[in-house]
């Protein structure tokens, strides 16, 4: 089983977040970058709300389809979907989405003793499944307002990635928004530092149990053209990758599994 050596895998990580989030006018203006390209959805997840964010969050997105008021099925959506699964799955997480970079980056701070496989581990993996349905799509279709449109549940109750991208840039250029903080900004930002310190102890908690972006690529592991293909001939089955898998699943065993991100 072939393997991309650690540094390239970095440098793209690095150079897709850049290349994602150049407006870096932005985030000294404090303004939301709104030319043609917000018009695109970028793979991984990247607020859409970020100063220096160059397109769109394809979360973000789907929930302001489904919550609009002149609901349409959008089929440059669907496409996308379609296309990035079928062809990536879940090597976006692995290299094209910058908050995976930060979770990773976050993992490599000391501590005393990081937690890797523990009991509940596989059972909460399936809660970003129930993040996607519950907060992505059901409540932006059904629990709307008088003009019959939905609000984005994630993005604007959950999203940590939001917080960190959006909204503390924001709020910390803008004296203006400084003067209404409220419950919602404090509630995100508690999030944030949850998922902050749970980043320093376990690697990509976010991806793992809550990210519904990547509930979505992982639907499409098995069948993606981009895979794994392990040569059993070669194999000794020492089981060496499944010890230094940091998303603790077995390449050989669990070949293409829902959770490797490539």
Known sequence: MAKLP???????????????NGYIIGFFQGKI???RLKNLCVPGLNCYSCPGSLGSCPIGSLQAVLGSAKYKASFYLLGFFLLVGTVLGRLVCGFLCPFGLVQE???????????????????????????????????????VDAAGTGAPWFCKWICPAG??????????????LQSVIGFLFQWKLAILIVTVLLSILIYRPFCKYICPLGAIYALFNKVSIYKYHVDLQKCTRCKQ??????????????????????
């Open 6 to 20: 650690l540094s390239f895998r970095k440098t793209v990580q690095g150079v897709w977040t850049v290349l994602t």
């Open 33 to 35: 970058y709104n030319g």
């Open 105 to 143: 980056l976050l993992y490599k701070i000391p501590f005393v003793k990081k937690i890797g496989a523990f009991r509940l581990d596989r059972p909460l993996r399936w809660l970003k499944y129930i993040f996607l349905l519950l907060f992505v799509i059901l409540l932006p279709l059904f629990i």
């Open 163 to 176: 917080t960190l991208e959006g909204g503390v840039p924001l709020v910390s250029t803008n004296p203006a």
């Open 241 to 262: 990758c499944e010890k230094t898998c940091p998303m603790q699943i077995s390449p050989v065993g669990e070949v293409n599994h829902a959770e490797c991100i490539r």
